[in-house]
């Protein structure tokens, strides 16, 4: 089945960019999501990236797409401590399959 | 953006009684709904998908009979936990598709935590 898989934690300081990355193993994905997690709470998607894409910018997000070494990343730049949550990929060729997650901690 | 509701958001329950979970699309209509379970710093794990009006399909390993879904309308779903365990204590969330999404986007519900005592 598919693979998809994240580092589990991340600390940053107020104010420095993060970058979370993702692998996977299914290619036939036609989108890849971002979604946050906040403690106790649903999935938001925060945004997602077409297939044929390698780059989308959605003011301080930033997604990379390589799809030769499957490999997606989030960056979060001027992270905010309201940014801490869990982040979690995700990838699609049939259903959503989800990342193991990765706990963003921002330090003031 | 579209809203997915859940109800109760917090159950307590004690074991061997069974536990509905509503699940709804509140300003969609939503044919294929989802069903996943998340235990304590894990991710997601899919349970099913229920599409309207018919069976729902369950993922490898998830007992069918124990959790029963039921998509009877195009803006609900419900999930049963019946005779519920301590071990079936875990946070469920469902999603929904909304199928006007020209990238297929599932909108979560916030959850429900399940403990059973």
């Known amino acids: 089945g598919e693979d998809v898989e994240q580092s589990l934690f991340l600390s940053v300081r107020e104010g420095d960019s993060s970058v979370i990355n993702c692998t996977y193993t299914?290619?036939?994905?036609?989108?890849l999501y971002w979604y946050k997690q906040e403690p106790g709470a649903g999935l938001q998607l925060l945004t997602y990236?077409?297939?044929?894409?390698d780059m989308k910018q959605d003011q301080r997000l930033t997604v990379l797409l390589n799809k030769k070494d499957k490999h997606l990343s989030l960056r979060i730049a001027d992270t905010q401590t309201g940014d801490s949550a869990i982040y979690f990929c995700?990838?699609?060729?049939?259903?959503?399959?989800f990342g193991t997650g990765t706990r963003l901690t921002v330090i003031p | 953006g579209a809203v997915v509701s859940q109800h109760p958001s917090w159950v307590i329950c004690k074991s061997g009684t069974s536990v509905k979970i509503e699940c709804r699309s509140l300003?969609?209509?939503?044919?294929?709904m989802f069903w996943y379970r998340q235990f304590p710093k894990q991710s997601l794990m899919l349970m099913a998908t229920?599409?309207?009006?018919?069976?729902?399909?369950?993922e490898q390993g998830v007992e069918k009979d124990k959790f029963l879904i039921n998509h009877a309308s195009l803006t609900l779903s419900t999930l049963t936990v019946t005779s519920a365990h301590p071990e079936d204590s875990s946070f469920y969330i469902c999603?929904?598709?909304?199928?006007?999404?020209?990238?297929?986007?599932?909108?979560f519900g916030p959850g429900t935590r399940l403990t059973v005592l």
């Open positions: 999603s929904a598709r909304d199928q006007r999404g020209v990238y297929n986007e599932q909108f």
């Open positions: 299914d290619s036939s994905s036609t989108y």
């Open positions: 990236i077409f297939s044929n894409m």
């Open positions: 995700a990838d699609c060729p049939n259903n959503l399959f």
């Open positions: 300003d969609f209509q939503a044919t294929t």
């Open positions: 229920s599409n309207e009006g018919s069976k729902a399909t369950y």
